[in-house]
């Protein structure tokens, strides 16, 4: 299995900004894509940003512009700098990553860290 353990989240102002970070840790052979995710309350889960292996970065259109992922892959972190932050941007933020496991490809999920924005 792979452990995702995110830490990084809070309470920040309006305009304010919040770095998210996430390390995968088990028995796995590689990681492709990695991954960020939130969902607000009484809101469905959407996808924020990800990262494949190769770099090639995406982002929702929300927060295009005051996002940036990266990933560290010798030590299978996944980071999110968030600037500019938004009370809108209030969410539980997941991390997420795919790994091969025993000749699998599987979605392995952190258990999520909340942040709020204040106004």
């Known amino acids: 299995q792979v452990q995702l353990v995110e830490s990084g989240g809070g309470l920040v102002q309006a305009g304010g900004s919040l770095r998210l970070s996430c390390s995968a840790s088990?028995?796995?052979?590689?990681?492709?894509?990695m991954a960020w995710y939130r969902q607000a309350p009484g809101k469905q889960r959407e996808l924020v940003a990800d990262?494949?292996?190769?770099?090639?970065?995406n982002y929702a259109d929300s927060v295009k512009g005051r996002f940036t992922i990266s990933r560290d892959n010798a030590n299978n972190t996944v980071y999110l700098q968030m600037n500019s932050l938004k009370p809108e941007d209030t969410a539980v933020y997941y991390c997420?990553?795919?790994?091969?496991?025993?000749?699998?490809?599987?979605?392995?999920w952190g258990q999520g860290t909340q942040v709020t924005v204040s106004s």
């Open positions: 088990g028995s796995f052979f590689s990681i492709n894509v």
């Open positions: 990262i494949p292996s190769g770099g090639h970065t």
């Open positions: 997420s990553a795919n790994a091969i496991v025993r000749a699998s490809s599987r979605q392995y």
